[in-house]
């Protein structure tokens, strides 16, 4: 079993940045592709960012993208999410997800795809 453990939510004001972390424990950590879900009140969980296992490869949503960095720690157990210029309609619930795959260049958008996910973080941006 994997365990993951996001941290890094918090109250920002619009312009601002925030940087999430998720580390992943429990069974031997190897193969997993990670990604950032987001889910704002009344609203279905969306995809964010995604990070291959071991290329760096990576797929942004086009609300995040160029506001928004995802990457990986050295012992690729642990990601972070880089979010700068915040916007109100950012504010959400941020969920981390971990998917084993067999290969170190897979990108995954799809949470149906994801195997383990963490409690979540909130994220609320003022404006």
């Known amino acids: 079993q994997v365990q993951l453990i996001e941290s890094g939510g918090g109250l920002v004001q619009a312009g601002g940045s925030l940087r999430l972390s998720c580390a992943a424990s429990?069974?031997?950590?190897?193969?997993?592709?990670m990604g950032w879900f987001r889910q704002a009140p009344g609203k279905e969980r969306e995809f964010v960012a995604s990070i291959s296992w071991n290329d760096g490869a990576t797929a942004y949503a086009d609300s995040v993208k160029g506001r928004f960095t995802i990457s990986r720690g050295a012992a690729k157990s642990t990601v972070y999410l880089q979010m700068n210029s915040l916007k109100p309609e950012d504010t959400a619930v941020y969920y981390c997800?971990?998917?084993?795959?067999?290969?170190?260049?897979?990108?995954?958008?799809?949470?149906?795809?994801?195997?383990?996910w963490g409690q979540g973080t909130q994220v609320t941006v003022s404006s």
């Open positions: 997800a971990a998917a084993q795959v067999y290969s170190a260049r897979v990108v995954i958008t799809r949470s149906s795809e994801y195997n383990y």
């Open positions: 429990g069974r031997t950590f190897g193969n997993y592709a």
